[in-house]
């Protein structure tokens, strides 16, 4: 039964901004959500790029809760007195009570006010709580699942916080509560158990089951309508979590997901359809002139190839300046990131550059964190021989420039012969020896806990791809977080972005796909799937993909096999582009970002907000949805310039003339030009879907209309030969 979407991702046709008939004086927001101050996963991005938009919004009647984590409080939070009373009273309140609650502004931007709970201090009422929720609920937490109990103590103490709040407030406030994840969920749960008057949230990023039943190899979107999900939760003993999960979703006035196609995925694993779809966004920092990004792509590039020159030591035969830089990132899921097929389609690729004897070389860097023990030994030596032959070759130019300046300063051309002496050369040719190599660079660049059966070293040695001279495609795996104090690759993950060329993730399971966004807004091209939330979002609304630089990999109608030969056959498409080809690329990629940018996509909570006011408060908010009417939708049209790839730029007729390949390699391309037909193109990127008549407090209301899409997405399904090793 397909999913029906009142507001949803259906077409970007241009809709007004919300009124101000929406009176927010008497409503106050709390976002709860374990990331919160505390980078764990992609929620943390959400939460703290959406910060500034809802602040702006709410201003101080805004709140996040999240739980106190002393090493990271330390460098995020800056500790404080709240000027709200209310919240004044319920730290003291609580605080002497036992618990421990922090009140502090987060150093980010916008500065939202941040209310941190130390779950640790109240340890000694676990087993209270515990024994509690399962008397209410018939929800059971192992005590060995350390994770399930910090969720019932974040959850118990939420719930606690929410409700001494509307005790002290002298005028009860109209409250929204906003839950990220299952982590938050116990506090939902609690609220609508307890009666609270709050009108409640729930927003999955990636259901529970969803992300376990990928991670075992299980055709799943051809299986989602037929799973035994208590069965299969019990199965993987994370059923009480599955339970928590399911609950918060059943309980909430405004269930929402990042996706389409998590929200189909949601109806069948948590038995309800989402209210709305509000995709992820990120902070887009235009710049002035459309060269800057480039400039700062050629910078980071040139920082890239500094570690190339090391790593690769002994064995730099190939040119760096020919050289394509490919990265895959994020949690380290063989399969569920697509790490498997992406390492069969470089060894597809590398075979097709060697038959076609091209002179490209492809590095691609696996960028995951795994358990290791500290660098690798053989790698650190090959950044130490660099820095030694930049030293040498830089006290030579010292010494030779001397001699030309004191040979001019006579008037003398200099004889090159007494230029350098024997000592130069000697200390040359002991620079030279020291780069000497008997070993083939290493893969990995440190040392790995559990080599021998790690999947993605082993998927290389069945490939064999050692980074031997021969082979054009080089492999290097950095099972650490990108860190500017490295000593191996001192760069931030953006800064290493911007100088990659293309960014890969081959997702089978991705319920939004913030890496390949974080790519766009950077202008690098990517490639997705379709069956990532990211993907679908840009297949829906970009005519042409691939001409914008996003790739879209189909995972859901191609078997392995067939994902393997299309993913090589974009990356051998991408490297036979010539410089000229990736730099309008990256121009049209870059202008994408609009699309992905929080001032439009954030129109999206503000609706679910809504809708949960006029749930919970319906005497003073009223949701009247309004008839959809058809619309075809908007769609970026493909650029009329340059192609983008020489794949898409060939010949109708076999053989062409040189004067024909000269044209066609002088076609005139003005960038600007082209930059205003896609502003024209382009329409402004508002809240999409059919909006019903908000009524606030003074009777004022806001209504605004939009177009939907003529007809509902269908069912996920695929057929039969599209099963998952």
């Known amino acids: 039964m397909p999913l029906a979407r009142s507001l949803s991702v259906s077409s970007l046709t241009g809709l007004e901004d919300w009124g101000d008939g929406f009176d927010q004086e008497d409503a106050v927001l709390f976002e709860v959500a374990w990331e919160v101050a505390n980078k764990v996963g992609g929620i943390y991005t959400v939460i703290q790029t959406k910060a500034k938009l809802t602040a702006d919004e709410w201003g101080e009647n805004y709140f996040l809760i999240g739980p106190y984590v002393e090493s990271s409080v330390r460098t995020q939070v800056e500790l404080s007195e709240p000027s709200n009373p209310a919240v004044r009273r319920v730290l003291e309140s609580m605080n002497s009570k036992g618990c421990k609650v922090y009140f502090g502004r987060w150093l980010i931007e916008g500065g939202p006010c941040v209310i941190l709970i130390d779950v640790g201090a109240t340890a000694w009422s676990l087993d209270r709580w515990k024994a509690e929720l399962w ?39 109209h409250i929204v509560a906003h839950f990220h994840e299952w982590l938050a969920g116990v506090g939902l749960i609690l609220c609508r158990i307890r009666k609270l008057p709050i009108a409640t949230i729930f927003t999955t990023h990636a259901t529970l089951l969803g992300r376990y039943l990928c991670a075992g190899s299980v055709d799943f979107y051809n299986n989602l309508q037929t799973f035994n999900v208590d069965k299969e939760a019990g199965d ?14 059943t309980c909430s006035h405004v269930f929402t997901t990042v996706s389409q196609i998590t929200a189909i995925e949601a109806e069948h694993l948590l038995k309800r359809k989402p209210d709305i779809v509000t995709p992820n966004g990120l902070n887009v920092k235009k710049f002035s002139a459309m060269h800057e990004f480039q400039n700062l792509h050629a910078q980071s590039k040139a920082r890239i190839q500094e570690f190339i020159r090391g790593h690769f030591y002994g064995h730099l ?54 358990r290791t023990n500290n660098f690798n030994v053989e790698t650190l030596k090959g950044q130490a021989v660099r820095k030694q032959l930049w030293d040498t070759a830089h006290t030579v130019k010292e010494k030779f420039g ?14 090159l012969n007494k230029m350098m002496d024997q000592e130069d050369f000697t200390m040359m040719k002991r620079a030279i020896f020291g780069t000497q190599r008997q070993c083939l660079p290493p893969i990995c660049t440190h040392n790995m806990l559990d080599d021998a059966t790690d999947p993605i070293l082993n998927s290389i040695r069945k490939m064999g791809l050692f980074n031997k001279s021969t082979d054009r495609v080089k492999v290097i795996f950095h099972p650490e977080f990108l860190s500017s104090t490295s000593p191996l690759l001192p760069m931030d993950y953006e800064e290493f972005v911007r100088g990659c060329h293309l960014g890969v993730f081959p997702s089978y399971y991705e319920p939004w796909g913030y890496t390949p966004a974080e790519c766009t807004v950077m202008g690098i091209p990517s490639i997705s799937t379709n069956l990532s939330g990211f993907g679908c979002f840009m297949e829906e609304h970009i005519a042409d993909p691939s001409a914008y630089g996003i790739y879209i990999l189909d995972r859901r109608f191609r078997g392995v096999d067939g994902s393997c030969n299309q993913l090589a056959s974009f990356l051998l498409s991408f490297c036979q582009q010539n410089r000229r080809q990736r730099i309008i ?9 609009d699309l992905l940018d929080w001032k439009h996509l954030g129109k999206y909570y503000m609706s679910a907000r809504h809708m949960a006011l006029s749930k919970a408060y319906p005497e003073y908010y009223s949701y009247e949805p309004q008839e959809t009417t058809a619309s075809p939708g908007f769609r970026f049209p493909r650029p009329a310039s340059v192609p983008p790839s020489p794949s898409l730029s ?16 002088e076609e005139r391309y003005d960038e600007e030009e082209e930059a205003e037909k896609d502003r024209l193109n382009i329409k402004p990127v508002s809240l999409l879907g059919a909006v019903g008549e908000w009524k606030g407090h003074g009777g004022g209301s806001t209504s605004n209309t939009s177009a939907t899409s003529s007809s509902p997405p269908s069912e996920l399904s695929s057929p039969s030969n599209s099963e998952r090793n």
């Not at 993987?236 to 399911?246: A, D, L, S, T």
């Not at 001397?402 to 004889?415: A, I, R």
């Open 317 to 370: 035969d190939f040119n760096l300046d020919k050289c394509i830089f490919l990265f895959i990132a994020g949690r380290y899921e063989f399969s569920n990131k697509g790490a498997d097929i992406f390492l069969e389609a470089l060894a597809r690729l590398n075979y097709l550059l060697r038959v076609n004897q091209s002179d490209v070389t492809v590095i691609a860097f696996f960028i995951m964190p795994a």
């Open 650 to 665: 060939r010949h109708s007729s076999p053989r062409h003339s040189d004067a024909e390949e000269e044209e066609e390699t």
């Open 402 to 415: 001397k001699k030309l300046y004191e040979s001019l300063l006579v008037g003398q051309l200099p004889d």
């Open 135 to 173: 008397e209410s609920c018939s929800i059971g937490v192992p005590w060995f699942d350390r994770e399930g109990s910090d969720a019932v103590l974040f959850g118990f103490l939420t719930a606690w916080f929410l409700g001494e709040f509307i005790a002290q407030c002298d005028e009860k406030p």
């Open 585 to 593: 690329q990256r121009n049209r990629t870059e202008r994408l970002s």
């Open 236 to 249: 993987r003993q994370i059923y009480h979590r599955y339970c928590m999960e399911r609950a918060a979703v």
